[in-house]
Structures are given as C-alpha cells and as structure tokens.
T-cell receptor, first 115, second 118 residues
C-alpha cells in the first residue's frame, strides 16, 4: 500500500523569505501523480502544484516549485518570496496513475508566516 | 473554472436526526466524486468514492448504512448522515474529479461542511 509522510508538523518563515516543506512517499508503482494542496483557515482545499512521475522536469507555479526525486521518493515544496497569505496547512498527496480514484494524503505541515 | 460548491457550510442537528450534505461541480462534469472526513488538526480521510448512476465504493471501516451517498448526476453528489450521533461531529469535505487531458483527472474540493451533533 502507498503511504505519504510529512515529517514536519510545523514550519515558520519570515515574509519574503524562502521555505521548503518535505514530503516522502512509498510506492511500488512507476507511474503516479503527486500533489501539494493548501488548506487555509477557511478550510478550503486548494491545489497548489502537481507533478507527473514520468516527467523529470520539476513543476513550477509562480512562487511555488517542487524538487521531485523519484529514486529517493521525495517530493518537497519550495515557496519563494513567502507572503502572509501563504500561511496554511499544506498537504502532500499521492495518486496512482492506474487507479483514477483515491488521493492518499500526508498528515500535513502547518506553515506560519511572520511579517 | 473547476468550482465545487458544497452546502451547507455548517449544520447543527439533534442526535438521532439525519443530515444531508450536497456537493456540486458548477462548471464541469465530474467523472467521480469523493467524500472525505477531517478531524481537528488531522489529515483528510477518504470515506467513499461515488460515480454517477452506480453505488458508492466505501473505504474499509466506513458504515455504508450510516453514510448514504447518492450520485444523481454528473454534477451532484449527496452525503446523508443517518441517525447522527455526537461522534459523527466532524468536518466533511467533498471533491470532484475533472478530466484534464491525457487521461488525467484532478480533484477539486468543496469548502467543507462542519457538522455538530448535539
């Protein structure tokens, strides 16, 4: 069974600085997708960025980028030029490419942003 | 695009009553819809997966007679918590999967429903 691990329950960053959130996963599959979702205090889950496992190039979305290390089964999220609005819970998630159903979530990392 | 509406956002009910939560994809047809439960300061736990016109697939440990799911159309799924008890109090979140090319689908989430059972 696939598992997703986020080893940092909480992180903090100064506004305008850069922070990296860690995520590791375990799977025996070769084709899959990885996601980072953000859950602000409103509790609305928002897709931040996604990565297809078959792509070697790391995904980027404006200030958000990932470091995808397939061999190490690592998928970290880097937030550059952090803003107060980035404060939220961040969840890493895995989905098999074979089964277009469940997302498997990590336990989340709470990010605080200080002015 | 990819807006998912969930209603109500907050409901308080008496123990023993039933509560219905609606999940709608507003600007796309969802191949599949999902229902999650989230306890305070915890991650999302998948309860069930539903496809239009067929029975929902429940995760292990989820009582299908307790949590009734109806997927009436490609844009609407409902979760009914039957005979609710205080231990059912939680945050329930739905998501809808939108096909985004090359056979990939992405889940978009509703804003969630906070259920409080007195």
């Amino acid at each position: 069974a696939q598992t997703v691990t986020q080893s940092q329950p909480e992180m903090s960053v100064q506004e305008a600085e850069t922070v990296t959130l860690s995520c590791t996963y375990d799977t025996s599959e070769s084709d899959y997708y990885l996601f980072w979702y953000k859950q602000p205090p409103s509790r609305q889950m928002i897709l931040v960025i996604r990565q297809e496992a078959y792509k070697q190039q790391n995904a980027t979305e404006n200030r958000f980028s990932v470091n995808f290390q397939k061999a190490a089964k690592s998928f970290s999220l880097k937030i550059s030029d952090s803003q107060l609005g980035d404060a939220a819970m961040y969840f890493c998630a895995y989905r098999s490419a074979l089964r277009t159903d469940k997302l498997i979530f990590g336990t989340g990392t709470r990010l605080q942003v200080f002015p | 695009g990819a807006v998912v509406s969930q209603h109500p956002s907050w409901v308080i009910c008496k123990s023993g009553t039933s509560v219905k939560i609606e999940c709608r994809s507003l600007d796309f047809q969802a191949t599949t819809m999902f229902w999650y439960r989230q306890f305070p300061k915890q991650s999302l736990m998948l309860m069930a997966t539903s496809n239009e016109g067929s029975k929902a697939t429940y995760e292990q440990g989820v009582e299908k007679d307790k949590f009734l799911i109806n997927h009436a159309s490609l844009t609407l799924s409902t979760l009914t918590v039957t005979s609710a008890h205080p231990e059912d109090s939680s945050f329930y979140i739905c998501s809808a999967a939108r096909l985004e090319g090359q056979g990939r689908d992405i889940q978009y989430f509703g804003a969630g429903t906070r259920l409080s059972v007195l």
